[in-house]
Structure formats: C-alpha cells, structure tokens
C-alpha cells in the first residue's frame, strides 16, 4: 500500500481537461516537493512535473502541477490520444528517509 | 547526451545474490545523486536506495534494507547495485535514475527473475 493515495484511473475525451489526485500527509508532500512522472507501457518513465508545479523542457504546457497541503494534482489540458499512459507521483518522506512513489493512475483517452 | 544503461540482470534462485550495474554518460557522473528504482510486472514503481554524489550519503526502503547495498565508482562513471538473499517478491524491473530536481534521466531498466 503506497503511502500517496491516487486514484487507480482516469478517462477523458479528445480535448478535455483531467486532473490525477496524489494525497499523502505532512512527512512526504506536506513537507517536500511533488514529482510527476508518465510512464507509457514497455518505456521507463518520464519527468513530467518537478518541484510542484514546474516543466522540464519539452513538456508541453498542457501538463501542469499543483499542491495544497498535503495532497497535489496534475492536470492535462486538451488531452490528446497520446496522453494515454500511467502517472505517478512521488515525494520525499522525511519519516522514512526515502522516495515515495503514488500507485500509479492509468490515464484513458475514450 | 545523457544516457543510463543498466547491466547484470537474470533469473536468480530464491537466497542468491546478484549485482546489477548502470553504466553513464553525457554528463558528470560525479555531481548528480543516483537511484535506484524498480517496477515489479504489472505493478507501480517503487523507490529502492538513493546514493548521494560522492557516495557519503545512502538511503534504502525498508523492503531492500539490510539486504541490498547501493555503491558507485565516480572513476568509471558507474553505479552499483549489490543485492544479497532475494526473494520472490524482487523480481522486477531495475531502473537507475539520475537525481536532478526529479529523477530527470532514467535507464531502460534490467529484469531481474527471482525463481526457484
């Protein structure tokens, strides 16, 4: 049981704005910055989000990140069939001395 | 441009041990922090042991603690994963991930079978 809850799905239609939830607690998210990584199937994963809110290049602006307290969110504007992957989010755990990584959410494209 | 490889992957008895490699390039090796990081087939990913640029500072999960030991040799730009008894429940896929305000660079991953 991972220790930053995410729901185990999405779905969205061509054009439409999701958001994936990452809840965690005052340790991890409450304390550290929020990651985002997209993994496609047979593919390592990909940065997407770092320290909250903030784009590496070449990610589009559609993708973007927040947090508030202990849970954050990332949210895809004018979703694409390509967007269509796995997202993680993961934080520091000042408890456990180590990453965390969220369950994981399968983003579907209809 | 930056590149992880991974290396020493297999199918391992249940008890034996088995050392993986990830071999760098493109960037200073020495200056970035490492991880490792594995995904067991079908499920999430899960953060295995964190070692810092100059090797001083070492983190593990609880699951791989006492059993795995991270390491690295900054002369040949290559990072190490020695892991002792395993069980069933290691087999997965390694990804080693340079550490950079996010795992920003990440290898193709080796598979490790843990089978009797």
């Known amino acids: 049981q991972s220790l930053l809850t995410q729901p185990p799905s999405a779905s969205g239609t061509p054009g439409q704005r999701v958001t994936i939830s990452c809840s965690g607690s005052?340790?991890?998210?409450?304390?550290?910055?929020v990651y985002w990584y997209q993994q496609f199937p047979g593919t390592a994963p990909k940065l997407l989000i770092y320290r909250n809110n903030q784009r590496p290049p070449g990610v589009p602006d559609r993708f973007s990140g927040s947090k508030s307290g202990t849970s954050a969110s990332l949210a895809i504007s004018g979703l694409r069939s390509e967007d269509e992957a796995d997202y993680y989010c993961?934080?520091?755990?000042?408890?456990?001395?180590?990453?965390?990584f969220g369950g994981g959410s399968r983003l579907t494209v209809l | 441009q930056v590149q992880l490889v991974e290396s020493g992957g297999g199918v391992v008895q249940p008890g034996r041990s088995l050392r993986l490699s990830c071999a760098a390039s493109g960037f200073t090796f020495s200056t970035y922090a490492i991880n490792w990081v594995r995904q067991a087939p079908g499920k999430g990913l899960e953060w295995v042991a964190r070692?810092?640029?100059?090797?001083?500072?070492?983190y593990y999960a609880d699951s791989v603690k006492g059993r795995f030991t991270i390491s690295r040799d900054n002369s040949r730009n290559t990072l190490y994963l020695q892991m002792n008894s395993l069980r069933l429940e290691d087999t997965a896929i390694y990804y080693c991930a340079r550490d950079n305000m996010g795992f920003d660079y990440w290898g193709q991953g080796a598979l490790v079978t843990v089978s009797s």
């Open positions: 993961s934080a520091w755990d000042d408890s456990l001395r180590g990453q965390v």
């Open positions: 070692i810092s640029n100059d090797g001083t500072n070492i």
């Open positions: 005052t340790s991890n998210i409450g304390s550290n910055y």
